[in-house]
């Protein structure tokens, strides 16, 4: 877990800093901001959905996953964690939990993420994509908590969950994980960031958190369909 502890440490680094010149930076550039990572996500999401082999699969996992999410609350349950922390913690911005979740999603969704904790599972050595993320992830933490504030740095605490988890998961199954599998968790982790981007822009909400569990339910769907 290595890569990932180098990731969420590149993440508070960089969110540090941009708490300290959050003050300085005005508005306008907050916003343009915004429109440059809402498009950059749209783009990103489209790519990595269009690796998609198993479309009929894909589907029934995001509606399964969804109906899910929805019946366990995941995207509430989230917010009140979010606003539990907040209170507690006696922290003023009022953008706190949306910070905390669209800082998790846009670190945590990419194929890089995926990619990078499965190859640190099956090698054992702290993937060389973990190591660009974490670089990527230090900037972008730079100007998300620079706009929405400290809520930025909290979501260390998912993406160490998820992204390490892969990891454990990876070496604990080995090289057992087809290429496949990965290929499509990618796929649905796409769609998940098109859907994301649309809430950036202020086109569309949609209960992200709530189709996480389409992740997990397109690797039972293929195996399945692999036993049949």
């Not at 990103?44 to 366990?72: C, D, N, Q, R």
């Not at 939990?97 to 050595?125: D, H, K, Q, R």
């Not at 706009?147 to 998961?169: C, D, H, R, W």
Request: charge should be positive; include cysteine; hydrophobic fraction near 50%.
């Amino acid at each position: 877990m290595s890569g990932t502890i180098i990731n969420a440490g590149a993440i508070i680094v960089g969110g540090s800093l941009g708490l300290l010149l959050k003050k300085g930076l005005p508005e306008k550039y907050n916003m343009i901001y915004f429109q440059a990572v809402g498009l950059f996500t749209f783009i990103l999401g489209v790519g990595m959905a269009l690796k998609m082999a198993f479309p009929l699969l894909v589907v029934f996992s995001l509606i399964t996953g969804g109906i899910t999410g929805e019946f366990f609350k995941l995207e509430t349950r989230m917010n009140q964690a979010g606003n539990y922390v907040k209170r507690k913690l006696k922290f003023g911005n009022d953008r706190f939990t949306e910070g905390m979740v669209t800082s998790f999603l846009l670190f945590c969704m990419g194929s890089m993420s995926i990619l990078g904790a499965v190859e640190e599972g099956l090698t054992g050595n702290i993937s060389e994509l973990l190591k660009a993320k974490s670089l990527m992830d230090g900037f972008s933490s730079l100007l998300l908590a620079s706009a929405l504030g400290v809520g930025v740095l909290f979501s260390v605490i998912p993406l160490l969950l998820y992204q390490g988890g892969l990891t454990l998961l990876a070496q604990y199954l080995g090289k057992d994980i087809p290429e496949h599998y990965i290929n499509e968790i990618t796929v649905i982790g796409g769609i998940i960031l098109i859907g994301l981007a649309f809430d950036i822009l202020g086109i569309k909400k949609f209960r992200i958190l709530n189709m996480l569990p389409a992740l997990i339910y397109i690797c039972l769907f293929i195996w399945i369909g692999e036993m049949i």
